[in-house]
């Protein structure tokens, strides 16, 4: 029930004590189905990220321990590693206060407060930034919201309403009255499932509310705010972080096909996922304000190219027997060669620079249905990419097992972007990292370890079609994306 510490002195007749506000936090979440599509599932149409209770709370089992390498014993763990949760938290308050003022936190009636993240690309935008606004989301985004309890609620008469940071950041409606929570199932989720408790009790409203950037884009990192209202006195209880969405990233993709044998003289051509653009603009990198540009695919002949070049004759004889010639995996050494082939044989400009050249802005995306496996992977392996942190990081090359999955195209392309795996502890992932095959990350992998053997594995119970927030910041920076920004 709502908590009512008296003041010292009388408030004037008329007026509602801020102590009397029933207290509760509001929280911004993403649905499971979009009305703004239908009731479509989420795919990753837009950007959106928070800190899910699991991360930081024992809620979630996890077999096998990958950065210690041995079993874990408690039942339930979170799945972030325990040492890096401070600092995921920080990522999730990074840029909610404006800087200058480290100490200053958002804590409403003093509780940990972790705003969610949205990016949405701006509608109807004029004038000299037009290039950055797309019709994406020019229906807005619709997104539940969640009424955590600090003590039970009633029905009072207390509101909730909305006040955004920027004239085209809008959402309606403008306010809810807390008896429309009530009006849905009250919940409860336990934070550390290995004691029982503490509980949490929640409503939830489902598509409860719309958001949309229309007629001009965010010039820094928009904010909306919930407020709770009795009578005269408000105070402020969530809040909803949106990138900022003036700076729109753009990157160039050539796609190669790579044609290792004939079939009744006609090239065997690699079948991969139908519909690409749409998975890259639409399902993934929007998320991070990136605009893919596809090039036209080019058909990289090495079975046609043969008989003239001992070196392809070599190359496709070791890929049919099997032969592989340096200490490296399978997967980076085929990388690797075709790389040297295609700077050699390919007919597409490399503007004279070699393909990961620190100043080459093109990725070029190799499809192959050549099937390596490496000692340490499960099965086959599906792709390989230059990691974006090394040289310019342009190459992706897919394999026979990845041909088919959007999700392990764009996470080989990613790693092009300079994304390290969620749970890769290399001293190129600065950021925290998470137990393997535990989250809906493009990052993560598509099962998770049971125990030493790296056979002995299950399926991730998510699919993956979505990106962190910081991610979203790192691909962005990558050097292979052009920043129109840099030119303003």
């Known amino acids: ?52 209770d699991e991360y930081i709370y024992p809620m979630e089992t996890v077999m096998f321990n990958q950065f210690t390498s041995t079993s874990i ?35 409403p009636h003093d509780q940990d407060y972790y705003p969610a993240w949205l990016s949405i690309f701006a509608c109807n ?55 429309e929570f009530l009006k849905t199932k009250r919940e409860k989720r336990i934070l550390d499932k290995n004691i029982g408790q503490p509980e949490i009790y929640y409503y939830k409203l489902e598509n409860a509310v719309k958001v949309i950037c229309q007629g001009d884009t965010l010039k820094e990192h928009g904010q909306i705010k919930v407020f709770a209202k009795l009578g005269a006195i408000k105070i402020e209880v969530g809040r909803l972080m949106v990138y900022q969405n003036n700076q729109i990233g753009k990157a160039k993709i050539v796609v190669v096909n790579v044609i290792t044998n004939y079939d009744n003289n006609k090239k065997v051509i690699p079948r991969s996922y139908p519909i690409l653009n749409y998975f890259f603009n639409y399902q993934s990198f929007n998320q991070a304000m990136i605009k893919v540009e ?16 001992p070196d392809i004759e070599i190359f496709l004889d070791d ?119 535990y989250t809906d990350n493009f990052m993560d992998y598509h099962e998770f370890i049971k125990s030493s053997d790296p056979n002995d594995h299950d399926d991730n119970k998510h699919e993956m079609y979505s990106f962190f927030k910081w991610q979203w910041e790192m691909m962005r920076d990558d050097l292979s994306i052009e920043k129109k920004w840099n030119n303003l």
């Open 294 to 309: 596809l090039k036209k695919n080019e058909d990289f002949d090495l079975y046609a190219l043969r008989n003239e070049n």
């Open 125 to 179: 935008v004029q004038g000299d930034n037009a290039d950055a606004g797309s019709d994406i989301h020019k229906e807005g985004v619709y997104l539940d919201l969640q009424l955590d309890e600090i003590y039970e609620i009633i029905d009072d008469g207390t509101e909730i309403f909305f006040k955004s940071s920027d004239p085209c950041l809008k959402i309606t409606p403008e306010k809810i009255s807390i008896s």
């Open 319 to 437: 890929m049919k027997n099997h032969n592989y010639r340096t200490n490296e995996k399978p997967s980076t050494e085929i990388r690797n060669r075709l790389c040297a082939l295609y700077e050699k044989y390919g007919k597409h400009d490399l503007e004279g620079k070699p393909i990961n050249d620190k100043k080459q802005l093109s990725t070029y995306l190799f499809f192959t249905n050549l099937s390596p496996s490496d000692v340490d992977s499960v099965g086959f392996v599906g792709g390989i990419a230059t990691i974006g942190t090394k040289e310019g990081g342009n190459m992706v090359v897919m394999f026979q097992q990845g041909l088919h999955k959007g999700s392990s195209i764009v996470h080989e392309v990613a790693h092009s972007f300079s994304l390290c795996h969620t749970f890769e502890p290399s001293p190129a992932n600065k950021k925290p990292k998470f137990h393997r095959g």
């Open 1 to 52: 029930m709502a908590i009512c510490d008296f003041p010292k002195t009388s408030s004037k007749i008329g007026q509602t004590s801020t102590s009397c506000l029933q207290k509760f936090t509001i929280h911004f979440r993403r649905p499971d189905k979009l009305k703004q599509d239908q009731n479509v599932p989420y795919r990753g149409q837009y950007g959106f990220d928070w800190l899910r």
């Open 73 to 107: 014993e408690q039942k339930y763990t979170p799945l972030c590693r325990t040492i890096d949760i401070p600092d995921l938290k920080e990522e999730y308050l990074k840029d909610v206060e404006p800087p200058g003022n480290p100490e200053k936190k958002f804590k």
